[in-house]
């Protein structure tokens, strides 16, 4: 019987195996970890160094083409990984192409295995702190619902916590037709993270300036959603991710801009996953930030994700994983030194 407690996180969103297209001269790059979940988990993992890595749940449905150099990347990641077996179908591939102003486009080249609730049942994932759901409005409501019906009929139903639900809203339904769903989402998640295109999709407004995001549009449209009410009891939060502007955290009390980790251009090498590594890094920051986890924590919690979508973003595919006496590193960085990097220039940092 599962064990309520021990997982801090998971996320639903799917693991894809990815081809990178970039544009010529520079050659394409096959059987790159991808997804919205891998990049999730990845977030979530750079802050949790071995044994607490087990606590970063998230699911790998792996076909019969799985390649054998994953399962090893994977492997040494020491997650709480379910890697299902479905050897009667190839895994999921997606094609990403990138063109001129990060232009990106992408389609999927095998069928796709969504994850939905019925996937946690019967499962130490279905007792995490926080939940990562990358969805539209509606089937957002539906998977918040589902998760806590089956943790209420379980055995296990004396843990009466009700966990985080952290929403990224999926692109293509970020409609002025879906704001009326988008509200009565927004009741029943604690944080919800559009990008600014997205959030001003759903009202009909850009909210892209001429050289940077047109910061008082993104404000007044997220101070609409915080007066229509986030969360069970009206407390939950906004986190508008604005790349290399970076990220807007709002929610009662509180609303502050933070700037994007890497300030050069130079630093970002694959913007893809970017954003779900932010996610990522977000949720565990809710979980362990302070005696109890909330969105109380939102600010700091976002300086986590921060962080965590910088690893993202500096290469193709995954940062690498060392390891040396003082423990892990990734891309030959200590995450705990970087963070303390950034906290120490944000002293410096001026709310735009």
Request: net charge negative; glycine share 10%.
């Amino acid at each position: 019987m599962a064990v309520p407690g021990i997982i801090d996180f998971c996320t639903l969103g799917m693991f894809i195996i990815d081809e990178i297209e970039f544009p010529p001269p520079a050659p394409p790059a096959k059987d790159i970890i991808g997804g919205a979940g891998s990049y999730s988990a990845l977030g979530a993992r750079l802050f949790s160094p071995a044994p607490q890595s087990r606590a970063v749940g998230w699911i790998v449905d792996c076909g019969s083409d799985f390649p054998s150099d994953l399962r090893e990347t994977i492997a040494q990641w020491d997650t709480g990984v379910w890697m299902r077996e479905t050897p009667h179908r190839l895994t999921t591939r997606g094609w990403n192409g990138y063109g001129e102003n990060e232009h990106r486009a992408f389609r999927y080249t095998t069928p796709k295995l969504r994850l939905d609730h019925h996937a946690l049942q019967d499962t130490l994932l279905l007792w995490s702190k926080s939940f990562h759901l990358i969805c539209s409005p509606l089937r957002c409501i539906d998977l918040v619902e589902n998760i806590l019906a089956l943790r209420d009929q379980s055995l296990q139903a004396a843990c009466k916590h009700r966990p985080l639900f952290i929403w990224e809203p999926v692109p293509d339904l970020c409609t002025a037709e879906e704001l009326t769903n988008c509200y009565k989402a927004l009741k029943v998640v604690d944080v919800v993270s559009p990008n600014h295109s997205e959030l001003g999709a759903f009202f009909g407004r850009d909210t892209n300036g001429n050289d940077h995001v047109d910061w008082r549009a993104i404000e007044a449209l997220c101070d609409e959603w915080l007066q229509s009410g986030i969360g069970p009891g009206r407390q939950g939060g906004v986190v508008v991710r604005a790349g290399k502007d970076g990220c807007l955290v709002a929610h009662p009390g509180v609303r502050k801009w933070i700037p994007a980790y890497h300030q050069s251009a130079d630093r970002v090498v694959d913007p893809t996953g970017g954003g779900n590594g932010f996610l990522g890094g977000l949720a565990v920051g809710l979980v362990r930030c302070g005696t109890e986890p909330g969105v109380q924590n939102l600010y700091e919690a976002a300086l986590w994700g921060s962080v965590s979508a910088s690893f993202a973003i500096e290469q193709i595919g995954m940062p690498a994983l060392s390891h040396d006496a003082q423990g892990e590193r990734w891309n030959d960085v200590r995450v705990g030194d970087r963070f303390s990097e950034f906290q120490s220039r944000l002293e410096r940092y001026v709310q735009p």
